[in-house]
């Protein structure tokens, strides 16, 4: 029997312009429950006290694209991630790169997106360890479009297929003494329902925690 795991979930609901927290936090629940517990915020002050002694991972859910982040609050969060503690961005999540900091840690900024549409997302490296039980897999989503950061050396792990070609779709590295991951799935609930994305999403929690996936 494994001790929870505690994570961290930050998004919003009322203020979101795009994407409200709540829907996505059912599906996580639902999906982390078995081996994390959830603790959810929609306050960023919590980034400025975030302490790797109190959680394992911060995941990022933010919708925060016209929202300009304190210095406490981007110091806070480098400092939990380079000291040890991990970072889950999913899909808006990489709306935190309104600070330059913050987007070269996450390691890319997102650009633009053609239509919502049907997706083909693709194992994109053999062997990987986030890749532990994830088939190929279809669903409904933003193919969001991303300018990578040359100074960040990332592992692009899922790729998704757009007019005959491959995009990245997630990626992951180290940062300091913890590990980013960002996931780009995740614009409405139904994107969360794939189970090969939900374990995908399962491994990814864990590596984010440190914890052998």
Known sequence: MHDKINVLLIGENEGAAWHP????????D????????ITVTENYEELARLDAAKYAALISYTDCWKRDLTPDQISGLLRFVSGGGGLLAIHNGISLQRS?????????KFTGHPPYQPLRYVRALSGH????????????EEPYMFEFDPFTPKNVFLEFEYEGARYPAAWEHAYGLGKVVYLQPGHRQDSFRPEAYRQLIRNSALWTAGVEV
């Not at 360890?129 to 409904?140: H, S």
């Open 21 to 28: 927290l709540e829907p996505a936090r059912q599906e996580l």
């Open 129 to 140: 360890p986030l890749l532990a039980g994830v088939a190929d897999f279809d669903v409904n």
């Open 100 to 108: 330059y900091e913050l987007a070269q840690m996450i390691g890319a």
């Open 30 to 37: 639902d999906i982390l429950s078995s081996r994390f517990h």
